[in-house]
């Protein structure tokens, strides 16, 4: 359905009720809060679908996936069907858990694109991992040396994977989306290699525990496979080494930024918006808050220490996203008329349903032609903030809400967040180009 399509049928689904909702709508509530009609509001989904999330930076082979269930397969059918142990609830749970993989596994194929296929099956390894454990320890046919064995292999590969790493791309903008995948991904392994919780003095004493830190084990192998996978084709299609063309562009970021959120410093610091009382749970104070926090999310220091770890690729995308959502703050400020010289207020005070739902597709539109046009990659890593807040939009919506001022701010933001990113990508993917000559 076209966009154009898709805007009437929403109007016309509610055109007798537009008028009815449009400032009557919102009904005064404690303290100036505002409610509309669940059932009304519900409309402003219709039936134009959310955007897929940014190309995945590899391709994912079915072999790939393959690899995950054949090793999930293997574990499910080292625990038996019918668990002899003497803790009878211990051997119910295994039991569930065990027809719940079994079910899931099954259901995997209905999953698309394959890059979301991969992560669950990682998870799912991790689960069948953790069940594996807890079967062993409940017969007690599992030892500390045995845990301590396999993580300190996987340590082994991890110290590998990082001394052959040298940041391949295509280019400059190639190597941010894919070795910010790989640093993702290594980051995710790191976490489930920390020796916590401890291995108890008798496995079988507490069963839960030790399958646990089994399912942590499993699941940080399931990353390490990915990530040398994924390492190892970027190594064959690749040209350059950008290791510190990524570590020039992430601190010229930086600076750039921190200069930024000078402007901003007393808004950043502050908890609420600083207009009136009477504004307070109105479009504009959703809006202003929503901005306000995301920018707040990104700091110098957050940043500083990112680049100190050696997470290159990961903290210019910190940083565009820093600097994106500092933008983004800049033209809210504007809009409400917050702020030095600001224009008059452009938010509407009492958005009605059908306002709603034209923010929605000005937010879907604007997330499409940040995305679309060459599916850039600094784009695609930039935009992940905007895409949350749509979804989290959407899912509220699906949930029942009745907070439409929330809504009409969470759509509004997600468009200038995503005009922002347009205007961003073209500086970092200059900044990375000028870093690599």
């Given amino acids: 359905m076209t966009e154009e399509r898709s805007r009437r049928a929403v109007?016309?689904?509610?055109?007798?009720?537009?008028?009815?909702?449009?400032?009557?709508?919102a009904l005064p509530g404690g303290d100036g809060s505002r409610?509309?009609?669940?059932?009304?509001?519900?409309?402003?989904?219709?039936?134009?679908?959310?955007?897929?999330?940014?190309?995945?930076?590899?391709?994912?082979?079915?072999?790939?996936?393959?690899?995950?269930?054949?090793?999930?397969?293997?574990?499910?059918?080292?625990?038996?069907?019918?668990?002899?142990?003497?803790?009878?609830?211990?051997?119910?749970?295994?039991?569930?858990?065990?027809?719940?993989?079994?079910?899931?596994?099954?259901?995997?194929e209905e999953e698309r694109p394959a890059y979301r296929r991969l992560a669950t099956l990682r998870d799912i390894r991790g689960q069948a991992g953790e069940l594996r454990g807890l079967s062993l320890a409940a017969t007690d046919a599992i030892e500390r040396r045995q845990i301590t064995e396999q993580r300190d292999d996987l340590r082994d590969r991890l110290a590998a994977f990082r001394a052959a790493w040298d940041y391949r791309g295509d280019g400059?903008?190639?190597?941010?989306?894919?070795?910010?995948?790989?640093?993702?991904?290594?980051?995710r392994a790191v976490h489930e290699l920390e020796p916590w919780p401890l291995f108890p003095d008798s496995a079988v004493a507490v069963p839960e525990r030790v399958g646990y830190i089994a399912g942590k084990l499993e699941a940080a192998a399931a990353v390490i496979d990915d990530a040398e996978q994924f390492r190892n084709r970027l190594a064959n299609r690749s040209t350059g080494r950008y290791r510190s063309a990524l570590m020039a562009t992430a601190t010229?970021?930086?600076r750039r930024t921190r200069d930024q959120a000078a402007r901003f410093e007393s808004v950043l610091a502050a908890d609420t918006l600083p207009v009136d009382r009477d504004a307070v749970d109105s479009p504009a104070d959703h809006l202003h808050n929503l901005a306000a926090e995301t920018a707040r999310n990104y700091t110098n220091d957050e940043l500083l220490d990112r680049i100190g770890e050696g997470g290159y690729a990961d903290a210019v995308r910190y940083a565009a996203q820093r600097r994106t959502a500092l933008r983004a703050l800049s033209t809210v400020s504007r809009q409400i008329g917050v702020?030095?010289?600001?224009?008059?207020?452009?938010?509407?005070?009492?958005?009605?349903?059908?306002?709603?739902?034209?923010a929605r597709e000005r937010a879907i539109q604007a997330y499409r032609n940040a995305t679309d046009s060459g599916v850039d990659p600094v784009a695609t890593l930039t935009i992940t903030p905007a895409y949350t807040e749509l979804s989290q939009a959407d899912l509220d919506v699906e949930n029942g809400t009745d907070r439409g001022y929330a809504l009409f701010a969470q759509y509004w933001y997600v468009e200038k967040y995503a005009r922002a990113t347009a205007e961003i990508t073209g500086e970092v993917t200059h900044l990375l180009r000028s870093a690599a000559e």
């Fill in 35 to 108: 409610s509309y009609d669940r059932e009304r509001l519900g409309r402003v989904l219709d039936d134009t679908s959310l955007p897929d999330r940014a190309e995945f930076p590899f391709p994912v082979p079915q072999a790939q996936l393959q690899a995950h269930r054949d090793r999930i397969r293997t574990q499910i059918d080292a625990v038996p069907a019918k668990p002899s142990v003497p803790n009878e609830a211990i051997a119910r749970e295994i039991r569930e858990r065990r027809e719940t993989l079994s079910e899931r596994l099954k259901s995997i």
């Fill in 11 to 25: 109007l016309a689904g509610v055109g007798g009720s537009l008028v009815a909702l449009t400032g009557c709508s």
């Fill in 339 to 358: 702020g030095e010289g600001d224009a008059a207020p452009s938010v509407p005070s009492d958005p009605s349903l059908g306002e709603i739902a034209n």
């Fill in 172 to 187: 400059p903008v190639d190597a941010v989306a894919a070795n910010a995948e790989l640093e993702a991904l290594l980051d």
């Fill in 252 to 254: 010229w970021l930086r």
